[in-house]
């Protein structure tokens, strides 16, 4: 499940690679949604966000982006696509509902 943030995310993310290229565009936004997919059978295969230090907000990396996502009882939930040089503390907010 994605959350409407890391929905926009990805379409920020999509937008700007798009100025210099929509193919390379498509192509980042299909591997960041491939890895997001791919969390629901191996939730712990990513590694532990050290910004937040909790065992259920987990991160995989894709290029230079961070797919940031929570870990529930029934669902995984993508509260998060961001670069990787962009501060965490503007999600602090996404993670803890």
Same mark, same amino acid.
């Given at each position: 499940?994605?959350?409407?943030?890391?929905?926009?995310?990805?379409?920020?993310?999509?937008? !700007?690679?798009?100025?210099?290229?929509?193919? !390379?565009?498509?192509? %980042? %936004?299909?591997?960041?949604?491939?890895?997001?997919?791919s969390v629901k059978d191996f939730p712990f295969i990513?590694?532990?966000?050290?910004?937040?230090?909790? +065992?259920?907000? =987990?991160?995989?990396?894709?290029?230079? !982006?961070?797919?940031? !996502? +929570?870990?529930?009882?029934?669902?995984?939930?993508? %509260?998060?696509?961001?670069?990787?040089?962009? $501060? $965490?503390?503007?999600?602090?907010? =996404? %993670?803890?509902?």
């Amino acid at each position: 499940m994605w959350s409407p943030e890391a929905v926009e995310d990805i379409e920020s993310i999509a937008d !700007y690679i798009a100025r210099d290229s929509e193919g !390379y565009a498509s192509a %980042v %936004v299909t591997k960041i949604v491939e890895v997001a997919r791919s969390v629901k059978d191996f939730p712990f295969i990513g590694r532990m966000v050290p910004e937040f230090e909790q +065992k259920e907000i =987990r991160e995989r990396f894709i290029y230079s !982006y961070r797919v940031i !996502y +929570k870990i529930k009882e029934q669902e995984i939930l993508i %509260v998060a696509v961001i670069h990787g040089n962009r $501060l $965490l503390e503007n999600i602090s907010k =996404r %993670v803890e509902s």
